[in-house]
């Protein structure tokens, strides 16, 4: 826990562009914190190199011809494909104790519930996805996580139907939680159009409606804070100014092959 | 008839067995907890598995997670065709929804776990 910390605050974390395993290493790190500091604490991840993250039991030879190529790390948390680089990744780590922990669905719309808020606020009638997700009817998940729907992701309205525009996926470890959420905020342009996804500020513009990242982004960890109950505590470095060598050995294992290649 | 089952916190149940080995599942409230399972990852039988430390994953639509063993010991059977027919998991938790058969390095060391009541009285104060 920072020096600076409160109980009853929320420390957020602004890290500097990364490589895939580095960013992995920070997270474990903040599920550690999270433990430390008795509550929710959160992450801004930014990424060295547009990088493809594989969900945790991904197979990684089915990653599809578009995205061959990109630099390539894998998450301990599950869901689907997340090409980064043009999205807002953002980390969030509660106790299993905290009321946030305690079930799979509470911390994705609480999270989640907070964008949308600020969302509505911009005049973009974004919403939480509420059908049952594709696996659930037995059929195969698309590869990547914004062609995928499960309950809790955020969508927001297009002329073809809606787009999903942040998902977010968990481990559960036995005394945290860790979820990564992803904001796709421009299409990637480091990718082919069947992998491209358009990002909330494309979709908003299109309405006619100008978004600026950092504003969002200020208001959204507000609103977590605001929903938590908790006091926003911006931290003056990065994770790895507090925390560097544990985070770098942390690291080594998302840098190793065989967990790459697990599956 | 069955001795009766024992729970860790982290929700795991075990079951002594005649023959001296235990069968370890989780339960329905974690199954339910979990949502729509998607895929399990399973130790093999010979694997050394050690109390409150992680002998396989389970991910569901959202979230991955670990599955603790409840006692130390030695994996001695486990349930292989678990993973294609997940949804045993929720139907019989208790039944053909065992994950792994252990052989306790203590055979008593699963009375230091929850009994069903103590268990009724831990998810009851942490309700879905």
């Known amino acids: 826990m920072s020096e600076r910390s409160a109980p009853e605050s929320l420390p957020v974390w602004f890290d500097t562009p990364v490589p895939g395993p580095v960013n992995m290493g920070a997270d474990e790190w903040l599920a550690a914190e999270a433990l ?41 948390s599950g869901g689907g494909a997340i090409v980064h680089g043009t999205d807002l990744t953002v980390a969030i780590a509660v106790p299993r104790s905290h009321p946030w922990g305690e079930s799979v669905q509470r911390l994705y719309d609480e ?21 049952a997700p594709v696996s659930a009817s037995g059929a195969e998940e698309p590869y990547l996580c914004f062609d995928r729907r499960s309950p809790g992701d955020v969508v927001v309205p297009t002329p073809a139907g809606t787009a999903k ?25 480091a990718v082919a159009a069947p992998a491209r996804h358009a990002g909330v500020a494309e979709v908003a513009r299109a309405a006619g409606v100008a978004l600026a990242s950092d504003e969002i982004v200020d208001a959204w960890l507000a609103g977590i804070a605001a929903a938590a109950r908790r006091r926003l505590e911006m931290q003056s470095g ?9 985070i770098t050995e942390l690291a080594g294992r998302f840098r190793d092959p065989a967990w790459t290649e697990r599956r | ?45 010979g694997t050394r598995v050690e109390a409150g430390q992680s002998f396989g994953e389970i991910e569901s639509v959202k979230a991955v997670s670990d599955l603790y063993a409840p006692v130390s010991g030695e994996v001695v059977a486990v349930n292989s065709t678990l993973p294609d027919r997940l949804d045993t998991l929720g139907s019989d938790p208790y039944g053909e929804g065992w994950i792994v058969r252990i052989r306790p390095d203590d055979a008593r060391a699963h009375e230091g776990l929850l009994d069903q009541a103590a268990y009724d009285a831990l998810i009851a104060a942490n309700p879905h």
């Open chain 1, 238 to 246: 990065c994770t790895w100014d507090q925390a560097g060598p544990v």
């Open chain 1, 165 to 189: 525009i942040l998902g977010s996926a968990q481990r559960r470890l036995q005394a945290a939680v860790v979820q990564h959420g992803s904001l796709l905020w421009v299409a990637n342009m």
């Open chain 2, 1 to 45: 008839m069955s001795a009766p089952l024992r729970f860790a916190k982290s929700h795991e149940w075990i079951r002594p067995e005649a023959d001296g080995t235990a069968t370890v599942g989780i339960s329905k409230y974690a199954v339910e907890a979990l949502t729509d399972l998607v895929f399990m990852q399973l130790p093999k039988v």
């Open chain 1, 36 to 76: 430390r500091h008795g509550g929710p604490v959160i992450r801004v991840a930014r990424w060295s190199e547009p990088t493809l993250s594989l969900g945790a039991f991904q197979v990684r030879r089915a990653v599809p011809d578009a995205l061959r190529g990109l630099a390539l790390v894998r998450r301990p």
């Open chain 1, 111 to 131: 999270v989640h519930g907070a964008l949308v808020a600020v969302l509505r606020g911009h005049a973009i009638a974004a919403r939480l996805h509420r059908d």
